[in-house]
């Protein structure tokens, strides 16, 4: 699209209010985080060309608080994602999740996967972690955010990204991926993928994994966890569950083993000085 009519776009996009379209029907077991005591909603972070949107969540009180990158899914941030930054001022941090595809379209308003996967392969990792700079940037100067407290956690597409940041900014203080894919084609757009860096990662990251993921193959996995050793990142895998197993709106959400990356996730940070 022209350079004018995506720069008034990116200005004038919103988030999403509900659920991906592609996601539909909207499991039972939604977990709903109220905004009591919280300050929560949809800002707008300055990039290199413009505006992208993102949700932001913080305590109502207080200052210098912890940071932390909630990078999305493919299907954007829609009501589960904005959920979890808000699971994460409860416990105190300033959470924010930036649209990182909007440029490239609305994945929101799209129907089906087939229809999102095309977007989201037009997405630059470049463009990408750019644009978690300029949300650390506003989160310090615009949001009370503590430059030295960062930490990053993604889920899926999301997850692949927390590795690739970690690796991109050595000042986060830590990470945890969700099942984020570990090997792939390396393109202009996608010069590089976890397994690439992993063997030279400072920022430690934990790697939260299914055993019957049928997108990630266990093999992988390994070779992940083997290039790890020398590091301060490790791998937990659970074998029963499925890809997306902390997606409490989707058929593959599993209680247990989402509550227990949610406990692990809270572990790591905390020990690294989150």
Excluded at 10 to 37: C, D, E, R
Excluded at 125 to 149: E, I, R
Excluded at 172 to 197: C, N
Aim: aromatic share 8%.
């Amino acid at each position: 699209m022209p350079e004018i009519t995506r720069r008034e776009f990116i200005a004038t996009a919103t988030l999403a209010t509900g659920f991906a379209l592609a996601v539909q029907p909207i499991s039972a077991k939604v977990i709903k985080t109220n905004t009591k005591g919280l300050i929560a909603g949809a800002v707008k972070i300055p990039v290199a060309d413009g505006e992208i949107p993102a949700y932001r969540a913080q305590p109502n009180r207080g200052t210098n608080f912890p940071i932390v990158l909630v990078i999305q899914e493919i299907f954007g941030v829609h009501e589960h994602i904005q959920d979890v930054t808000r699971r994460f001022a409860k416990l105190g941090y300033l959470a924010i999740a930036p649209e990182l595809f909007i440029r490239q379209g609305d994945v929101s308003k799209l129907s089906s996967i087939e229809e999102i996967r095309p977007i989201v392969a037009k997405v630059p990792d470049t463009q990408v972690l750019s644009d978690l700079d300029a949300t650390v940037n506003w989160a310090v100067k615009s949001s009370k955010g503590n430059a030295s407290k960062l930490g990053i956690t993604g889920f899926c597409w999301g997850g692949r990204i927390t590795w690739l940041y970690a690796a991109h900014n050595p000042k986060v203080k830590a990470g945890v991926a969700w099942y984020g894919r570990l090997v792939g084609d390396k393109t202009e757009i996608t010069p590089q993928h976890p397994l690439d860096i992993a063997s030279t990662l400072t920022v430690p990251v934990l790697g939260l994994y299914g055993g019957k993921d049928t997108g990630i193959p266990l093999n992988t996995v390994e070779q992940m966890r083997a290039q790890l050793s020398n590091t301060k990142s490790k791998i937990i895998v659970y074998p029963n569950a499925p890809h997306a197993f902390f997606a409490d709106y989707r058929p593959s959400y599993r209680e247990k083993e989402a509550s227990d990356g949610w406990k692990q996730l809270q572990k790591w940070f905390k020990q690294n000085g989150l």
